[in-house]
C-alpha cells in the first residue's frame, strides 16, 4: 500500500530542509522526483539517484505563477507522467503587525499560497485527465503550518497563508475528491531547517520551544517523510482533506 515504485512526484523546494526530507523519503518508497526549486537541487537529485530512483532538477522561481506551466511541460517531459506534487516551497517574514510592511505581506503570500493554489490547479488538471483514461489516483500534498491552527505572533502575512493554505486544503477536496485527485496538508510542528535558525540560535525562544513539545526536541525533515510516503501512496485513497500534524506532540499540549 505504501509502495511508490515508478510514481513521479513533484516537490517544490526540494533543495533544502522539508522539501528535501520529502524528496528523499519518497524515493524511498520507490518514486522518481522532479526537483522544483529557485536554485537548482543539485544535493536532493544526488541523493535520489543515490538510492536507485530518478530525479531531475527543474528550476523555477515560484514567487510569481509564471512558471507554472514550464513546471508541467518540464515534468511531463522528463518523467511522462505525475502522480503527486508536494507543495512545500515556502518562506516566512517576520515584523510585528503594526509595523508589517506591503512587500513582507505580498511577498509570503505570492508564493505560500498563491502559487500553491495555481500549480494545483495545473497539477489538478492532469491528474483529472489520468484519472479518466485509467483510473488512476493523484496525490497533493500542501505543507502547512501550526499557524495554520493558531495565530502566532509578528508573522501576519505566514498565519494568513498557512489558514489560507488549510482551507484551499479542504475546498480541493471537496471539488476534486470524486475526480481522481486526493488532496491533504502536513503540518510540521518546530523542524530545525534554515526557516527556524534564528530561533534555534535564540537560547531563550529555543528553550522556551523545547519546554513546549511533548516530544522535548524539534523534528528533523525526515520525520515529515513517512508522513508525506502515507499521503502520497494509495493506503490514503479515502484520506481527503486532512491535516496531519507532525509535531511531536505540539498541538496535543
Ligand atoms: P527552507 O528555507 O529550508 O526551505 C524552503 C524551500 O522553499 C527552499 O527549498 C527554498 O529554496 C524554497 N523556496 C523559497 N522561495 C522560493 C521561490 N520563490 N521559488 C521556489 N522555491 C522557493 O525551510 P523549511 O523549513 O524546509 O520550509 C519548507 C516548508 O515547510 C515551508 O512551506 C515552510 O513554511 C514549512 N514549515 C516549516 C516549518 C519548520 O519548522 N521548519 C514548520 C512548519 C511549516
Known sequence: MFDLTDKTAIVTGANTGIGQGI??????????IAAVGRTAATETVERVRAQGRRAEIIQADLST?????????????????IDILVNNAGIIRRGAAIDFSEE????????????LFFLSQAVGREMM????????????????SMLSFQGGAHAASYTASKSGVAGLTKLLAN????KGVCVNAIAPGYIATNNTAGLQADKTRNRQILDRIPAGRWGDPLDIGGAAV???????DYVQGHILAVDGGWLAR
Open 23 to 32: 524528496a528523499l523519503a519518497l524515493a524511498g518508497a520507490g518514486a522518481n
Open 65 to 81: 505563477v509564471e512558471p507554472v506551466d514550464f513546471i508541467i511541460d518540464e515534468a511531463k517531459e522528463k518523467f511522462g507522467r
Open 104 to 115: 513582507d505581506w505580498d511577498a509570503v503570500i505570492d508564493l505560500n499560497l498563491k502559487s
Open 129 to 144: 485527465s489520468a484519472h479518466q483514461v485509467d483510473g488512476r489516483i493523484g496525490k497533493i500534498i500542501n505543507i502547512a
Open 175 to 178: 471539488e476534486w475528491a470524486d
Open 230 to 236: 502515507f499521503l502520497a501512496s494509495s493506503a490514503s
